[in-house]
Structure formats: structure tokens, C-alpha cells
């Protein structure tokens, strides 16, 4: 059983390094005065999309901690395994709402520059 939650954490290293990564992007194209652009919005897609699937592959782990709690009684463990699942659940609606946010200021800012 160990080793499955292992493996989980194993796996979900690589989008959480992919997720670092567009992070660091979103932060230097705000550096280069291109906040409001198509590729903060694609970023922001990205890092959504990586906490979804490791979000997703902790519920996979889920049943592995569930036996180890029951095993060892210690339903701690449980708590700690729902809290990894809802950590990055945090960061998709936190993503979602700024994608959402930015997607609608970028179409703001090109109606304005149309119409000057």
C-alpha cells in the first residue's frame, strides 16, 4: 500500500514541476509589461489544468490511505490525504477566477484600442 501512494507522489511531481514552470512565465511576462496578453491566459489555463490532475491523482491515492489508516487506526491520516486533494482544488478556482478575469480585461483592452 505504500508503495502505491508513492508511486502517486512520484507522478504527480512532474505537473507540479510543469505548473512551477508556467508560473515563472506568467511572472516574466508580467515583468515585460505583457500582464494583459494571450499568453498569461494560456499560462493560467496550464496551472488549472496541472492541480486538476494532481488533485485528481491524490483521489486515486485515496483508498491506499484509507488502509493504511485502518490498519494502523489512525484516522489522521485521512484528513491529511483529503487535505492534498483540496489544496489544489484552492489553486484551480484561484486559477479559474483569474483566467476568467484577465480573459475579460484583454477583450475590454482590445474593444478600447478599436475604438481610439
Request: net charge negative; proline share 3%.
Amino acid at each position: 500500500m505504500v508503495y502505491g501512494i508513492l508511486i502517486v507522489m512520484y507522478v504527480s511531481v512532474i505537473p507540479f514541476y510543469f505548473a512551477l514552470y508556467q508560473s515563472f512565465n506568467l511572472l516574466s511576462y508580467i515583468d515585460k509589461n505583457q500582464a494583459f496578453s494571450e499568453l498569461s491566459v494560456i499560462a493560467l489555463k496550464k496551472i488549472k489544468n496541472c492541480a486538476i490532475i494532481i488533485s485528481g491523482l491524490y483521489v486515486l491515492a485515496i483508498p491506499f490511505v484509507y488502509i493504511i489508516a485502518e490498519v494502523d487506526d489512525a484516522p489522521g491520516l485521512i484528513i491529511i490525504g483529503m487535505v492534498m486533494i483540496f489544496a489544489p482544488m484552492v489553486i484551480v478556482v484561484f486559477a479559474a477566477v483569474l483566467q476568467r478575469l484577465l480573459q475579460e480585461a484583454i477583450d475590454i483592452k482590445s474593444e478600447n484600442d478599436l475604438i481610439v
